[in-house]
């Protein structure tokens, strides 16, 4: 007898994460959950002199130029927190194994952030991103707009594949749609054309950016199973490879070794905080583990 599995539905989708994922991160972050949301604040506060470990962003050039010494502007954190979800849904994003490929990370994350914010009475909003800006829902609060974003993200068709991602109008298109200042979660593998860390750049000093980066350990390392086609995720070029070949196993590694390197300085230099997200990874034990990150941060 066959047995149907049915389509994941917004309702299933996030009854599942409030029972398996949101429940047990009340408990394990007892219901603090400032340290994910809350960084430097919205709202300005005072004037006091710089110091070493305060971020460069908020000096103040002007009175620093009449004090003749730094000074930093001083924020208090906002009561409501207005977050938007900058979501990458190129072509890549659809790789992995068939129930954990990396959109269906982007989904669990999206929806559990949102569940959570919107709980504590804050407004959520999503950009999503294939070839072009396709889609924006404006942000709002409540149960009903969590449904929505993960409704609207299960109907975005899959992107076909052509040319490679450039992940510089998704940014672009957040600093000319968002307004007042917000913290902005872009969600992507950042597997994109150069040229886009100017404008996240820029959307970090206008907004509060975390970058959520997903992986695919097999992006990492090859597994030796002999002679394979290897297709572009981005483009659909196809290339037979021996992956008996230990020499060419090494450099696919100390390849994807040296775009993690380069990816983790561009995030350093904007000054965005980043959640490494595996699909393999459990996200209870790695919403965990940034919270302590930015807990510290805080200090």
Sequence with gaps: MNTLISAPTPERILHRLDWQVIRRLDGYLQGDYRSLFYGSGVDFADLREYQPEDDIRYIDWNVSARMNTPYVRKYVEDREVIAWFLLDLSPSVDFGKLDHQKRMVLIDFVATLARILTRHGNRVGAMMYGSRLQ?????????????????????????????????????????????????????????????????????????????????DRSEMELPDIGTVIMEDAETGEQLYVDTHDKKFRQRFHAAAIQREKTLTETFKRAGVDVLPLSTEEDLIRAIVRFAAIRRQHRK
Excluded: M
């Excluded at 975005?156 to 040319?163: D, F, H, I, M, V």
């Design 135 to 215: 889609h924006t829902v404006p942000a709002r609060g409540g149960r009903n707009q969590v449904l929505r974003i993960i409704n609207d993200l299960l109907k975005q068709p899959r992107q076909t594949q052509g040319a490679i991602t450039d992940l510089t109008p998704l940014f672009n298109g957040g600093l000319n749609a968002i307004k007042k200042r917000s913290l902005i979660f872009v969600i992507s593998d950042f597997i994109s054309a150069p040229g886009w860390e100017k404008s996240l750049n820029l959307l970090n000093q206008r907004h509060e950016v975390i970058a959520i980066r997903l992986w």
